[in-house]
Structure formats: C-alpha cells, structure tokens
C-alpha cells in the first residue's frame, strides 16, 4: 500500500488523534496542578489553557471515531473546529511564553490584595510561607501578613515568601503550557489538511460507483 492511499491517511489521521487527545490531557493536568496548588489562580490564561485543553481532546475524540467510520458530516466539523482550536491554542500559548515575571508579580499581587485574612492564612500554611513579596514596595503589606502568619516554618525562623514559590512554579508552569502548546499547534494545521484530503478519498470498502 502506498503512502497517501486510503489506508494509510486513516492510520495517519488516527495517529494525529491519538497524539492530540495525549496533548489536551496533558495541558489539563498542568493547568490543573498550577491551580490547584495554588500558585497561578490568579492568572487567568491558565483557565483558557485548561479550555483549550478541553476542546482538542473533545475534538481528538470525535476526529478518532470519524476517520475509523469515514464520516462525512464528523470529519468536515472536525476540520473546522480543529482550526478554531489551533487559533485559540496558538494565541494562549504564545501569552503564556511572553508573560514576563513582572506581569506575573503584577497579577499575584492583585489577587493578594483581594483575599480575606483567612485565606491569606491557609495558603501560607499550604505552601509553608509568609507574605507575598519582602521588598520595599510591599514592606508595609509585608510586616502586617507576618504578623498574622502561622506558617510551619516559623517554628525554624527559614520562612521564604509565598511569593517567591508562587513565581518560581507559576513561570515553570507557563513554559511547559506555552512550549507544548505553540508545538503542538502546528501539528493541528497537519491534522486539518489530512482530514480533508482523507475525507475526499473514495472507501475501497464501499460501491464502487458512489463517491465519497
């Protein structure tokens, strides 16, 4: 069988599926993890990330059962929600490189300032920290936080601020989010092209009179 006959666009295309529900699972689960640990919460492309996530493997799914059945109707709404897929993952992967550490202290900041007293206190005992940051801009925010803070590592006096592990793996988070993502992206723009082609492809399985 040559390549680019029927059999092997539909290997191709069933590969290309299997790879991207593979990626929409990983971009969940790095998203969830800086959510759920508390350290990105408050940047708010994680949550698009986790969408985008959602999505490719949503459409993974439906590409998979399209190109085994050689559906027409799932194939051409795959093709076209694939696209809208690579342009939202493309974008939102290439805000989560260029998110610098000032706009990432920027934002943590204000969401600092927002939280109630208790919450303040739970994250700092979830990540073993006092305060946000321990500079001069946010000095007096910073002795009033150390006041209330309860934190485990007062016991040894080797507090750190909460701060400083919140941008050390909410940087780590957004490069491993923006470098598969922007990676990846492009392999949906392959994905697009193969599902046409396949689709337009005549089943050697069905009569040979009808056009597919």
């Known amino acids: 069988m040559v390549c680019g006959g029927f059999a092997c666009s539909k290997n191709a295309l069933c590969s290309l599926n299997v790879v991207y529900m593979l990626v929409g699972l990983l971009l969940i689960v790095v998203a969830a993890w800086g959510k759920g640990f508390g350290i990105v919460s408050s940047?708010?492309?994680i949550g698009g990330v986790i969408a985008v996530g959602f999505f490719l493997l949503l459409i993974s799914i439906v590409g998979l059962i399209g190109a085994v059945n050689h559906h027409q109707v799932m194939l051409f709404f795959y093709m076209v929600i694939l696209f809208?897929?690579?342009?939202f993952?493309?974008?939102?992967?290439?805000?989560?490189?260029?998110?610098?550490?000032?706009?990432?202290?920027?934002?943590?900041s204000s969401s600092w300032r927002i939280m109630s007293n208790d919450t303040r206190g739970n994250l700092e005992n979830k990540l073993d920290c006092c305060g946000l940051f321990n500079n001069t801009q946010?000095?007096?925010?910073?002795?009033?936080?150390?006041?209330?803070?309860?934190?485990?590592c007062l016991q040894n006096k080797a507090c750190?601020?909460?701060?400083?592990?919140?941008?050390?793996?909410?940087?780590?988070?957004?490069?491993?989010?923006?470098?598969?993502?922007?990676?990846f992206s492009f392999t949906e723009i392959l994905g697009v092209w193969l599902a046409m082609r396949?689709?337009?492809?005549?089943?050697?399985?069905?009569?040979?009179?009808?056009?597919?």
């Open 89 to 108: 993952q493309f974008g939102v992967s290439c805000s989560c490189l260029a998110m610098n550490q000032g706009q990432q202290e920027k934002l943590l």
């Open 160 to 183: 750190i601020t909460c701060g400083q592990k919140m941008l050390q793996h909410a940087s780590e988070a957004l490069k491993i989010l923006g470098g598969v993502g922007l990676f």
């Open 138 to 152: 946010h000095m007096a925010e910073f002795g009033s936080d150390l006041i209330l803070c309860r934190a485990p």
């Open 43 to 45: 940047i708010h492309i």
């Open 198 to 212: 396949y689709r337009n492809q005549k089943d050697p399985r069905a009569n040979p009179s009808a056009f597919l």
């Open 84 to 87: 809208i897929v690579f342009l």
